[in-house]
């Protein structure tokens, strides 16, 4: 029996060269937008292992932030059952039609592309409509066919970013198949380190090796206090580079119930500017060096929190 493949699902990209490096853009003797590092487009999955760490939120604010830079940005949900990135970027009454849809042969790429209201360079793909099932026919490789599409198109995107279903099931290995780089989000807890230190051997096994870790919901005044791992005790427990550290915020959620990214809020947040900088950290692929004071003052712990991994 042959294997199913879709039919075309744009037009072929005009013949040229793909950019390997967009020249940040200058603005008097300051520089206003990072460096655009590697071939594009980049595809880029963000994912966590256990549930409720902040994914979603992480990846409609990289996605949101990558917009305003002047980087188009595709972010794929690709939950096909539990979708919840339309929500977060106001898009939840517009969702008319799906990969899916377009998997089928019911309609064309661009036509499942959402564009954002005020981002331009943002648009919205959903995998499946909410309640619903991929066909089995469709398989792992149903946003491997989407990325290629995306790349074919006359006008491909400089970022794909896609939004990991929480688990490791046939979900995780849709979304994870078309990635060349990995944003893990944990929070400094034993339960979503154990699940993230899981996930990044999976991601490797899969072939994929740029691999940086967000840890989210950071709280300062409990590190001091050693109640709460520290963004760096996380970094040297998964062997993984940092990313960014995003505090603890109660804007998360007046940004989530309003569908407005943190990092469209003015003024901004703390948890916004965070993300923000994580996302020129993306685009340069970059990481971050430099540790809280209370950090670099904190005694290493020879058990408690390290000992969970044998350490």
Excluded: Y
């Excluded at 990072?34 to 902040?54: A, D, F, I, M, Q």
């Excluded at 979900?171 to 979503?192: K, Q, S």
């Excluded at 870790?213 to 109640?227: K, M, Q, S, T, Y």
């Excluded at 940004?255 to 407005?260: A, E, K, L, Q």
């Amino acid at each position: 029996m042959a294997a199913f493949a879709p039919r075309l699902l744009l037009p072929p990209r005009p013949p040229g060269p793909t950019p390997a490096r967009a020249s940040a853009r200058h603005n008097g003797g300051g520089r206003t937008a990072p460096e655009l590092s590697g071939p594009t487009p980049r595809v880029v999955v963000v994912t966590s292992g256990k549930g409720g760490v902040g994914k979603t939120t992480t990846t409609a604010n990289l996605a949101a932030s990558l917009a305003r830079l002047g980087l188009p940005v595709v972010a794929v949900d690709a939950d096909a059952g539990l979708r919840n990135l339309d929500l977060l970027l106001g898009l939840e009454n517009r969702v008319n039609l799906t990969a899916a849809d377009v998997l089928a042969g019911d309609c064309r790429l661009d036509q499942a592309l959402i564009r954002h209201r005020s981002l331009r360079g943002l648009h919205l793909l959903c995998l499946s409509k909410p309640r619903s099932k991929l066909p089995l026919a469709f398989g792992s490789k149903t946003l491997t066919w989407v990325a290629d599409a995306l790349r074919r198109s006359p006008d491909p995107p400089a970022f794909i970013l896609i939004d990991c279903p929480a688990g490791v099931d046939a979900g995780f290995v849709t979304a994870i198949a078309p990635a060349e780089e990995a944003v893990l989000v944990t929070t400094p807890d034993i339960t979503a380190l154990r699940d993230a230190d899981r996930v990044a051997g999976l991601l490797e096994c899969d072939g994929i090796k740029d691999i940086k870790i967000i840890v989210n919901r950071v709280r300062p005044d409990l590190v001091r206090g050693e109640d709460m791992m520290s963004a760096l005790d996380v970094q040297e427990m998964l062997g993984l580079p940092l990313l960014g550290v995003v505090p603890e915020d109660s804007e998360v959620i007046r940004s989530t119930n309003r569908g407005v990214p943190l990092v469209l809020t003015d003024p901004p947040t703390p948890a916004g500017l965070a993300l923000e900088q994580a996302t020129w950290r993306l685009v340069e692929r970059d990481a971050m060096t430099a540790v809280m004071v209370e950090e670099q003052e904190r005694p290493k712990k020879k058990g408690g929190f390290f000992s969970f991994f044998g350490g």
